[in-house]
């Protein structure tokens, strides 16, 4: 039984991982994250590219790994979403992410399902909306140009019993 406390005591005080994650200290600008050493006074500075590409990632603390992850998988799927760069004339969008760029009129982006999953919400209702206005006005000004029918009152109907 004895031993069992000692044991228990010497967990505390000697944990497996050596290194903690420093929650004041996370700098988004420049993804470096810092550790503090257990037992010393002394902080680490890692990016992510390097926790995975070393052994360091076998003593950081597994709820600090797991931590880090989700915050790089935020910014990757941030990463994926397009959003408007630039307009342009009748209806023609620059759309960009982080790594491509896309050139399309608003009807092909409102008939392409999969790119509106991509697109930012904000932006696809801007889209939707915007190409909306165009068709209605192209509508309008096609009524409004075009000539009423005459009718023909020469035209005489038969009653057929």
């Not at 000539?147 to 005489?156: A, E, G, I, N, Q």
């Amino acid at each position: 039984m004895p031993m069992r406390f000692l044991d228990a005591v010497k967990q505390i005080f000697n944990p497996k991982h050596i290194y903690t994650l420093d929650y004041n200290a996370i700098d988004n600008d420049t993804e470096i994250y810092t550790f503090k050493e257990y037992g010393t006074h002394s902080y680490v500075k890692k990016s992510y590219r390097q926790i995975l590409e070393t052994n360091f990632i076998y003593l950081i603390n597994p709820k600090d790994i797991l931590y880090i992850s989700k915050l790089e998988e935020k910014k990757a799927m941030f990463d994926d979403v397009y959003f408007i760069h630039e307009e342009r004339r009748k209806g023609v969008y620059k759309l960009s992410n982080a790594t491509d760029t896309l050139l399309l009129s608003g009807k092909e982006v409102i008939k392409n399902r999969e790119l509106i999953d991509k697109i930012d919400n904000n932006d696809v209702a801007k889209i939707a909306y915007l190409t909306g206005v165009h068709a209605g006005r192209k509508i309008s000004e096609m009524l409004s140009q075009k000539t009423p029918l005459k009718k023909k009152t020469d035209k005489s109907f038969k009653i057929i019993k």
